[in-house]
């Protein structure tokens, strides 16, 4: 069964870090560019950042530029996400997901992307 599953999430302090994992089963995920994605309560679905797997090209959203770094483990089969200096702002259900049809990062749009997991909640409260 072709499916990601999301994990690392939690309740952490305004500055602090996480590091969320995404792994994938039924598919090798190292063909393929993955994104991470995250929704707030009330807000849209919004992309965070993507890895290619071509050449391990990464992207950042303006939010996460500076903060967040992705990597990826093709031997493991999977994708992270280490979270610095974490914000309320940044409290959300954090997906992964995998673009469609290209092996390099090429936006954020939604129905770009497939197999999404069933996310992991991070939330940043003191």
């Known amino acids: 069964q072709v499916q990601l599953v999301e994990s690392g999430g939690g309740l952490v302090q305004p500055g602090g870090s996480l590091r969320l994992s995404c792994a994938a089963s039924?598919?090798?995920?190292?063909?393929?560019?993955i994104g991470w994605f995250r929704q707030a309560p009330g807000k849209e679905r919004e992309g965070v950042s993507c890895?290619?797997?071509?050449?391990?090209?990464?992207d950042y959203a303006d939010s996460a530029k500076g903060r967040f770094t992705i990597s990826r483990d093709n031997a493991k089969n999977m994708v992270y996400l280490q979270m610095n200096n974490l914000s309320p702002e940044d409290t959300a259900l954090y997906y992964c997901?995998?673009?469609?049809?290209?092996?390099?990062?090429?936006?954020?749009?939604?129905?770009?992307?497939?197999?999404w997991g069933q996310g992991t909640q991070v939330t940043v409260s003191s």
């Open positions: 039924g598919f090798t995920l190292g063909y393929y560019a």
């Open positions: 997901a995998v673009q469609r049809g290209s092996q390099y990062c090429s936006g954020y749009m939604i129905s770009e992307y497939t197999y």
């Open positions: 890895i290619s797997s071509r050449d391990g090209s990464t």
